[in-house]
């Protein structure tokens, strides 16, 4: 079955540091998401990527947040100034070319721990 | 403004009772409805979904009926069994074309023999 991975599966990092989640989506895959669930509450849409390009995004995605395809394969999310705040499970999605309407997949996530 | 509102956890239930999970969810349009299902150290896995009034989606023994006069689309299963023990969570889609879907805070079930 086709899967998505993401890297690190936990990262823990200082206040104030830049971190770099990685994922990798399903080869054919055209659309990309990230999500994050802080502990105990809902999981909260970050961002969509589409043709190279951010096609939506959340309030939360904001100018501290940014992310990427550098090589056609990874999808990345960086977080340049990491908070407290930011310590959550994010996980990286992708779906083809129907978006959710056609069968989306999910990596396992990364817990990001912000000390 | 969409959202989806779910029963909170945890549920823990001995193998082969009846399972529901309720959830309701508030829409603007004509959402689409999703069941997700993550497994121990695995990620978000789709379980079932409808995409309009009065289906029914199902898969693995779970069904879930889109109602839209009780904005509700509670997760249903007759029998559970101890490989069901997973983070259940509801979803919507706004409406046809919308890139953004909507989770609940979802419901950790655990099936003891």
């Known amino acids: 079955e086709p899967e998505v991975t993401q890297t690190p599966s936990h990262q823990v990092t200082q206040m104030g540091q830049e971190v770099i989640l990685r994922c990798v989506p399903i080869s054919n895959h055209l659309y990309f998401y990230w999500y994050r669930q802080i502990l105990g509450q809902k999981v909260e849409f970050l961002v969509s990527?589409?043709?190279?390009?951010?096609?939506?995004k959340s309030e939360i995605f904001d100018d501290q947040f940014s992310v990427e395809r550098p090589d056609g394969s990874n999808f990345t999310l960086k977080i340049r100034s990491t908070k407290l705040e930011d310590s959550a499970m994010y996980f990286c999605?992708?779906?083809?070319?129907?978006?959710?309407?056609?069968?989306?997949?999910f990596g396992q996530g990364t817990r990001l721990t912000v000390v | 403004g969409d959202s989806v509102t779910q029963m909170e956890g945890p549920v823990t239930l001995s193998e082969e009772a009846f399972l529901t999970i309720n959830c309701t969810y508030t829409a603007t349009g004509y959402p689409s409805l999703f069941w997700y299902v993550q497994y121990p150290g695995e990620g978000l896995q789709l379980l079932l979904k409808a995409t309009k009034a009065d289906d029914k989606g199902s898969n693995k023994g779970f069904e879930a009926t889109y109602r839209k006069e009780t904005t509700s689309f509670h997760l249903e299963k007759g029998s559970v069994q101890v490989s069901d023990s997973a983070v259940y969570f509801c979803a919507l889609i706004p409406g046809p074309g919308a890139n953004n879907l909507f989770f609940g805070t979802g419901t950790r079930l655990t099936v003891i023999p």
């Open positions: 999605a992708s779906a083809g070319s129907g978006g959710w309407n056609t069968e989306a997949f």
């Open positions: 990527f589409y043709n190279n390009e951010i096609s939506e």
